[in-house]
């Protein structure tokens, strides 16, 4: 395992072929992400699911549905955002990924994170708030509140996957995303 390329589109030519872990034998499409290098935010959710495996972008099925209009409510364009996952392969049946995956996809997102430097980060869900912030964060410590990844003030809120179960959390996530658009305005 050798460390990733600098630049997002070396990044993505690399995870498109990587197999640091088993997840490469599984996936249909690896998922890089996708935005544009001046991003001032950048979102990271869990992993790819079914349809984002199919088509090799993220966020694009169901829970991509409930952050698109998350994302119109809040007033930020998803086509000036980066959008990422903590591990860029499908787990199997969407299982959870596992620490091993996580720890061997992590150069990637540091390399995203590198290349991008946003303004603010935006964990979606207690995966990625654990992958960002460290394995003791939690959503009911973290969520809404900003806390520091290597000087970049990240946000953690909920996966809008989590929406399609309770609606009631859509609000919460507007809101949440609402203080991420004031910080990018702000930065
Ligand atoms: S999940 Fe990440 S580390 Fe594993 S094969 Fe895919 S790109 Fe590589």
Request: contains cysteine; charged residues 25%.
């Amino acid at each position: 395992m050798s460390s990733p390329p600098t630049g997002l589109p070396a990044l993505a030519a690399k995870i498109r072929r990587c197999t640091w872990c088993d997840l490469s034998g599984s996936r249909t499409h690896a998922v890089p992400g996708e935005g544009p290098r001046n991003a001032r935010l950048v979102l990271v959710g869990e992993a790819p699911g079914r349809n984002e495996d199919a088509e090799g972008r993220p966020f694009v099925g169901l829970a991509g549905r409930v952050l698109d209009e998350a994302l119109a409510r809040a007033g930020i364009s998803r086509t000036r955002t980066f959008i990422t996952n903590t591990v860029k392969c499908r787990p199997p049946g969407n299982r959870r990924p596992r620490a091993k995956e996580l720890a061997a996809c992590r150069p990637y997102l540091l390399a995203q994170f590198a290349a991008v430097r946003p303004s603010a980060i935006v964990t979606l869900g207690q995966s990625a708030a654990k992958d960002v912030l460290g394995p003791s964060a939690s959503l009911a410590t973290t969520r809404g509140r900003w806390t520091d990844f290597g000087g970049t003030p990240v946000l953690a809120t909920y996966h809008p996957a989590a929406i399609l179960y309770n609606r009631r959390l859509f609000r919460i996530l507007v809101a949440d995303l609402r203080k991420a658009r004031q910080r990018m305005e702000a930065g």
